[in-house]
């Protein structure tokens, strides 16, 4: 089975723009969850999605959202972006709620 | 405030050694603890976990020591190769949550041949 899957793998933008992130969880799992990773730092949480719901937010701005579809897949948008939102950008997943989480590869953001 | 803390930040042990990686934490509601590796370029990937009423877990040459009166929890790596050496993240999963974690800031482990 493929593993977590997330898109694009590589992005530049500049400070202002706004940017679209992909996450196709495992198949079968139907929680999603999205962590920013800062160079040198380990992840930190932003966003729990389970059924389709919103189960969790992280201290995060609200230029940060997103949202899970009827396939379980998920998209994070960062609006008006920073020179500090340049981070890994990681979905994870998990079958059901609490149970053990599968990261992807993440999305590596560079704003310029 | 980091609400897991690690140590040490870097690591480097002899091949055939056994690497010790710290953690400690404040908030005694986590209910989950579990270690990420993360190789450059790759997301984490899950090692192994345990839980606050299980003292020890053991898998193959990875062991959690977990000590609930000290609030700190521990990965123990035996006989390390050098494909061990990755980048080690622990984790404590916040209470009355889906599946919330706060990791620690990591510890980078060289293994020399």
């Known amino acids: 089975d493929a593993g977590v899957t997330q898109s694009p793998t590589h992005l530049i933008k500049t400070r202002g723009q706004h940017v679209t992130l992909r996450c196709s969880p495992i198949?079968?799992?139907?929680?999603v969850s999205w962590y920013q990773q800062v160079l040198g730092q380990g992840p930190q949480f932003i966003f729990q999605?389970?059924?389709?719901?919103?189960?969790g937010r992280g201290n995060f701005p609200d230029r940060f959202s997103a949202r899970q579809f009827p396939n379980y897949s998920s998209e994070l948008n960062v609006n008006a972006l920073l020179l500090g939102d340049s981070a890994l950008y990681l979905c994870a997943s998990s079958r059901q709620g609490r149970q053990p989480q599968h990261f992807g590869d993440g999305t590596r953001l560079s704003i310029l | 405030q980091q609400q897991v803390k690690q140590s040490p930040q870097s690591l480097i042990v002899q091949k055939g050694g056994i690497s010790i990686i710290n953690c400690a934490y404040e908030n005694t509601a986590f209910d989950y603890f579990p270690w990420y590796q993360q190789f450059p370029g790759k997301g984490p990937a899950l090692l192994i976990a345990?839980?606050?009423?299980?003292s020890e877990k053991k898998e193959g040459r990875f062991t959690i020591s977990f000590n609930k009166s000290a609030k700190q929890f521990s990965l123990h790596i035996m006989d390390s190769q050098p494909g061990d050496s990755a980048t080690y993240f622990c984790a404590a999963r916040r209470p009355n949550t889906g599946n919330q974690f706060y990791f620690g800031t990591g510890t980078s482990l060289t293994v020399i041949p």
């Open positions: 999605y389970y059924e389709k719901e919103e189960r």
């Open positions: 345990i839980r606050p009423d299980v």
């Open positions: 198949s079968g799992h139907k929680s």
